[in-house]
């Protein structure tokens, strides 16, 4: 068994950690903060695990979390996280952010989304943490770099078509609906249930949410030229779930068929990538609620030739916590899909 221990176990995506790794038959619960909750035990915080852990939540403190566990996972917001990823890196223990605080490779870009980064020097070395793309560099990595959940449903929404040089970069748009505790735990006016409860809107359109430089980095690196993904976030009224449907022009002519034979190729050897062909159904967010897939039904529009994907995650899970614990698992040297095998909960 190899300790773990998570930095902000409170929130939405460190209680996502909790549920998986309990289940885990290779991960020990060993450490936990919370500010709020320090010295209280878990099963206060979290009544659900009552039975299953014993454990008393702590301040964070980087001695002690280095000492109690092997691998911490940081579930802080953005800006929290980069200095106690560098203080845990430089006493030796692996770190696996799920902030954004380590997404973006160049100092300056995060400044302009995020605000200034204490550890530029970081940015580089962190690991940007999709498996799909960047299976080997994870399984040595001291810091990982959790994707975004809006850039995990897009990125790979795209990334068979655009390896394959099928998309026209400066037509990119994607149009992505997710459930409200993308947003975290602290309470905000506007997701109050009756602002929320029977409405649908979209926010932060126009090249404004901080996701859009990220989207755009990846797919840079994927085209091998400087892309400006127009990105289209709204919000639903559920728990969890984010469906993006993907738009682009083709740079060269492209049928159905192949473009779905194209899907299964890339992703035939990827645990969590399932690929909708053209007489499947095509995904809902309750395929994938409580699962680490990703379901993508990849389709060229009868009439005008374009490209459209729909992709399919759960946010907490394949947006955030199961792709964490995806990543753990290569870095410890672990079968990849152990502790993430989950069936969606249906209805
Ligand atoms: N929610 C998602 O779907 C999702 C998906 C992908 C990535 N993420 C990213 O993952 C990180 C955690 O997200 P989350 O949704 O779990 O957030 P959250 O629900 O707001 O939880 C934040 C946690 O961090 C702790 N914390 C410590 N220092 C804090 C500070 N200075 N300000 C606020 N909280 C602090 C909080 O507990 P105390 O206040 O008691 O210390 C709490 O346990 C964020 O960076 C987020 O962007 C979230």
Same mark, same amino acid.
């Given at each position: 068994?190899?300790?773990?221990g998570?930095?902000?176990?409170?929130?939405?995506?460190?209680?996502?950690?909790?549920?998986?790794i309990?289940?885990?038959p290779?991960?020990?619960?060993a450490?936990?903060?919370?500010?709020t909750w320090?010295?209280?035990?878990?099963?206060?915080a979290?009544?659900?695990?009552?039975?299953?852990?014993?454990?008393?939540?702590?301040?964070?403190?980087p001695?002690?979390?280095?000492?109690?566990?092997?691998?911490?996972?940081?579930?802080? *917001?953005?800006n929290?996280?980069?200095d106690?990823?560098a203080?845990?890196? !430089?006493l030796g223990?692996?770190?696996?952010?799920?902030?954004?605080?380590?997404?973006?490779?160049?100092a300056?870009?995060?400044?302009?989304?995020y605000?200034?980064?204490?550890?530029?020097?970081?940015?580089?070395?962190a690991?940007?943490?999709?498996p +799909?793309?960047y299976?080997?560099r994870?399984?040595?990595a001291?810091?990982?770099?959790? *994707?975004?959940?809006?850039?995990?449903?897009?990125?790979?929404?795209?990334?068979?078509?655009?390896?394959?040089?099928?998309?026209?970069?400066?037509?990119?748009?994607?149009?992505?609906?997710?459930?409200?505790?993308?947003?975290?735990?602290e309470?905000?006016?506007?997701?109050?249930f009756?602002?929320?409860?029977?409405?649908?809107?979209?926010?932060?359109?126009?090249g404004?949410?901080?996701h859009?430089?990220?989207?755009?980095? +990846?797919?840079?690196?994927?085209?091998?030229?400087?892309?400006?993904?127009?990105?289209s976030?709204?919000?639903?009224?559920?728990?969890?779930?984010?469906l993006?449907?993907?738009?682009?022009?083709?740079?060269?002519a492209?049928?159905?068929?192949?473009?779905?034979?194209l899907?299964? +190729?890339?992703?035939?050897?990827? *645990?969590?990538i399932?690929?909708?062909?053209?007489?499947?159904?095509?995904?809902?967010?309750?395929?994938?609620?409580?699962t680490n897939q990703?379901?993508?039904?990849p389709? #060229?529009?009868s009439?005008?030739?374009?490209? #459209?994907?729909?992709?399919?995650?759960?946010n907490?899970?394949?947006?955030?916590s !199961?792709?964490a614990?995806q990543?753990?698992?290569?870095?410890?040297?672990?079968?990849?899909?152990?502790?993430l095998?989950?069936?969606?909960?249906?209805?």
């Amino acid at each position: 068994m190899t300790k773990v221990g998570i930095v902000g176990v409170t929130g939405y995506t460190g209680m996502e950690l909790v549920r998986i790794i309990l289940s885990h038959p290779e991960l020990d619960l060993a450490y936990a903060t919370s500010r709020t909750w320090a010295g209280k035990p878990l099963a206060q915080a979290l009544p659900a695990v009552k039975e299953r852990t014993e454990l008393r939540i702590s301040l964070f403190d980087p001695v002690g979390a280095a000492g109690a566990a092997e691998v911490v996972f940081l579930c802080l *917001p953005h800006n929290e996280a980069m200095d106690a990823a560098a203080q845990l890196v !430089g006493l030796g223990t692996r770190v696996v952010d799920l902030s954004a605080d380590f997404r973006l490779k160049d100092a300056d870009v995060y400044e302009k989304w995020y605000g200034s980064h204490s550890q530029p020097q970081l940015l580089t070395k962190a690991v940007y943490g999709l498996p +799909e793309i960047y299976r080997d560099r994870i399984a040595e990595a001291s810091l990982v770099a959790v *994707p975004g959940c809006y850039p995990t449903s897009v990125i790979l929404g795209l990334l068979p078509a655009a390896q394959g040089g099928l998309l026209n970069p400066d037509s990119i748009i994607a149009d992505s609906k997710s459930g409200v505790s993308g947003a975290g735990k602290e309470p905000k006016a506007d997701l109050h249930f009756p602002e929320v409860e029977g409405n649908f809107s979209a926010y932060n359109i126009a090249g404004v949410h901080r996701h859009t430089c990220e989207m755009d980095q +990846e797919l840079a690196g994927i085209l091998g030229q400087p892309v400006s993904i127009t990105f289209s976030p709204h919000l639903i009224p559920v728990s969890r779930g984010i469906l993006s449907t993907i738009y682009s022009d083709p740079a060269i002519a492209v049928d159905a068929d192949g473009l779905v034979d194209l899907y299964r +190729e890339r992703f035939s050897s990827e *645990p969590f990538i399932k690929v909708r062909s053209i007489i499947d159904p095509l995904p809902s967010i309750k395929d994938v609620r409580g699962t680490n897939q990703c379901i993508i039904a990849p389709r #060229v529009d009868s009439g005008n030739g374009r490209i #459209v994907v729909v992709s399919c995650i759960d946010n907490l899970v394949k947006g955030a916590s !199961g792709q964490a614990i995806q990543c753990s698992n290569l870095m410890l040297g672990l079968p990849e899909t152990l502790g993430l095998e989950d069936m969606p909960l249906l209805p």
